[in-house]
Every structure is written in C-alpha cells, then in structure tokens.
C-alpha cells in the first residue's frame, strides 16, 4: 500500500468515525459534508511495503518539546498533560498540520476558536465537549479512524475503560492524550506555572505563561527531565510572537534530580 492510498484510507476511516459519532453525540466539526467534489485522484504510485500503524513514523510534535519528546510521538502511546490544555492543544497541531485527523472528547472548555489558535486544522478535528454514558465507545471509535484522540476529565471514564482504550491506542497506532490523570500512561508531561507576563503596572492584558514542563513515565521517559517554556506555543508555521524581548515558545532545558 502507497503513502498516498494509506492516507485515502485513513480519512475515509476517519470520516466514516466522525460520521458514527455525530450521529450519538452531536460532535462539532468543519469537515467538507459528503457531497463536497472530491480533489482529482493523483497518479499511482509505485508499490511500496506495507506499513502497519504501528510501523509509521511518530507523530511531530512542537519543536519546543523536541528535547522531552525525541522526535516525535510513538503510535500506540498513552500520554497525559497535566496542568495545561494550551500545551495538550500544542501537541495536536503538528500532527493536525501534516494531514493527521484529531478528536477532543470530554474537554468542554476547548473549542474550535482555541483549536485554531493552537494551529490544529478545523476541518479534521472532532470536537465531543459532552460524551455522556456513550464516553468510552466515542473514545474508541475516534481511536479506530484518527492519529490522535485528546481525552478531558468529563470523560467520566473508569480504571477498565481506561486499560481497554490504552490497548486500543496501541492496537490501532493512535496517540491517546489525557489531561487528567491516567493511571498507566507511558509518558506524563506535568506543566507548574511560573509566573505571566505582558501586563503593566495595574493595566494592560496578559499575553503570556512561563511554565515548567517536567517529564516522567516509564522506559525512555522514566529519566525525568524538565523544559521551561513560554506559552502559548507558536503555531506550527508562524513566527513566536515576542513581548519585551520574551519570545513565546522559548525553551531552557533542565536536569530534574
């Protein structure tokens, strides 16, 4: 199967998901409806080996994060952000940019005008805000047919959900991102604020959070380090906005004993 016919596939699966899930939970989206005309169908490529899920590359993820992250975002993983949606938001985006679909099920404070600002592509992102009871299927399908599946505490998930929708992730090469806390996740991003910047003496609005990202997990991950950032990131192809010489998204690598 070509990358080309793998990526067909993966949003017809991702539009047939979005679909399924609209339908039991009025989920939000921007995607073109079914009669939209389709882009010209390009030329076949030569064959290529086939590439389970499981066996792609990982997923980007934002520069900033590099020296925490490696290189990207292994398919299968569990990871969760606690303490910052801004930086949750900021790990779909580069994977949202390069073609990957995206859902956000149970984090009703994030919309699709927060989605954008963090540089996730509206029309391939799934917004669920209130999964009710249906939560653990609508993580599942969402798992089934997009790269990446953010997961919010009104989720009202249980230990056993939780376990069945790890193996899920990593039986269908999806990333699972919490932000709350997920008993067994590989990867733990805990983000402290630091302190906020862009506000005068008693006037003026705040423009930015400097934030203290620590890393912990398990295998690789389990050697803690910490990054301080500045947040919010800057969206994947445009310039950090910079504030008095403070560039958002700046980073400062630290050794965490």
């Known amino acids: 199967m070509t990358t080309t016919a793998h990526a067909r596939e993966r949003e017809a699966r991702a539009r047939a998901v979005l679909a399924r899930v609209e339908q039991r939970t009025g989920a939000r989206s921007l ?27 990982p997923l980007p ?3 900033e994060l590099e020296r925490l992250l490696g290189a990207g975002l292994r398919r299968g993983a569990t990871v969760a ?38 540089g996730v592509v509206l029309d391939r992102v799934a917004l ?4 009710g009871p249906d939560a653990p299927g609508v993580v599942a ?11 919010g505490p ?3 998930l249980t230990d056993a959900d939780r376990r069945r929708l790890v193996a899920r992730a990593r039986e269908r090469g999806s990333v699972l991102v919490s932000t709350a806390p997920w008993p067994g996740a590989g990867l733990v991003l805990g983000v402290r604020t630091l302190g906020w910047t862009g506000a005068g003496e008693g006037d003026g609005r705040l423009l930015s959070l400097d934030v203290r990202v620590t890393r912990s997990g398990r295998g ?11 947040l919010p990131l800057a969206a ?14 700046t980073s400062t690598l630290r050794l965490v004993g």
């Open 31 to 57: 995607v073109a409806p079914v009669g939209t005309v389709a882009s010209p169908v390009p030329e076949p490529e030569p064959a290529r080996p086939v590439l389970t899920d499981l066996e792609r590359p």
């Open 81 to 118: 952000v606690l303490g910052s949606t801004s930086l949750a938001l900021a790990l779909l985006a580069p994977a949202s940019v390069r073609g990957s679909w995206v859902g956000v099920v149970g984090q009703p404070s994030i919309g699709l005008v927060a989605a954008a600002q963090a």
């Open 141 to 151: 399908a969402l798992l089934d047919g997009m790269d990446m599946v953010l997961v």
């Open 154 to 156: 009104r989720s009202g």
């Open 220 to 230: 690789a991950a389990g050697a803690p380090l910490a990054v301080e950032l500045t």
């Open 61 to 63: 993820v934002p520069p």
């Open 236 to 249: 994947p192809g445009r310039t950090p906005v910079s504030d008095g010489g403070k560039t958002a998204g």
């Open 128 to 131: 669920v805000p209130e999964p």
